[in-house]
């Protein structure tokens, strides 16, 4: 199976800040990376698709880049609603796999 | 508008057996590929299982296998999960979650709760 590994787990960040959140796969899952936001209590939300892509609707100050093993997610500003948890997710063979996901709390 | 709405969720004791369902509306739900993905308390997600659009391919996470059969029915826009020999470590709250090829899981349904529990 394939590895997904996130860091930070948790990260502290203020209103205003840009943020990264790295994602690393245990092999080669060129562009079939996913990013997902969860707000407790709700079910997770798609933020990027095939690593780089814009799901519709989503703020464009999130962004994600990478391919092969290595993934980010940034955020270019953040704000109030953003504090959630982030997970990524391969989608490029079975069983998918994510990430144990990063929290991101406000400093 | 989009929308898929899990039911069938509960307390079961360890060795029972439960069958979730999932009513998709908003869309044609006979041309999507479909999953459900589950999340224990407190913890990450964990995808579980896959079914392709006519139900010609179907996918489960290893530790689900022979024990959990997904299944849909495009004509009453449903989606199931016969989950047997339930364990433990298997409560969590279950979602359906649509997807597109290799691109993720586009929509999600609001979860149902499963607590395996004696």
């Known amino acids: 199976d394939i590895q997904m590994t996130q860091s930070p787990s948790s990260l502290s960040a203020s209103v205003g800040d840009r943020v990264t959140v790295t994602c690393r796969a245990s092999?080669?899952?060129?562009?079939?990376l996913n990013w997902y936001q969860q707000k407790p209590g709700r079910a997770p939300n798609l933020l990027i698709y095939?690593?780089?892509s814009l799901q519709s609707g989503v703020p464009s100050r999130f962004s994600g880049s990478g391919s092969g093993t290595d993934f980010t997610l940034t955020i270019s500003s953040l704000q109030p609603e953003d504090f959630a948890t982030y997970y990524c997710?391969?989608?490029?063979?079975?069983?998918?796999?994510f990430g144990q996901g990063t929290k991101l709390e406000i400093k | 508008e989009v929308h898929l709405v899990e039911s069938g969720g509960g307390l079961v004791q360890p060795g029972g057996s439960l069958r979730l369902s999932c009513a998709a509306s908003?869309?044609?739900?006979?041309?999507?590929?479909m999953n459900w993905v589950r999340q224990a308390p407190g913890r990450g997600l964990e995808w579980i299982s896959f079914i392709s659009s006519g139900s010609t391919t179907i996918y489960y996470v290893d530790s689900v296998k022979g024990r959990f059969t997904i299944s849909r029915d495009n004509a009453k826009n449903s989606l199931y999960l016969q989950m047997n020999s339930l364990r433990d470590e298997d409560t969590a709250v279950y979602y359906c979650?649509?997807?597109?090829?290799?691109?993720?899981?586009?929509?999600w349904g609001q979860g149902t709760l499963v607590t395996v529990s004696s």
């Open positions: 095939d690593a780089s």
């Open positions: 092999q080669s899952i060129t562009s079939y």
């Open positions: 908003g869309f044609t739900f006979g041309t999507f590929t």
């Open positions: 997710q391969q989608g490029y063979i079975t069983p998918y796999t």
């Open positions: 979650a649509r997807s597109r090829p290799a691109d993720g899981f586009d929509y």
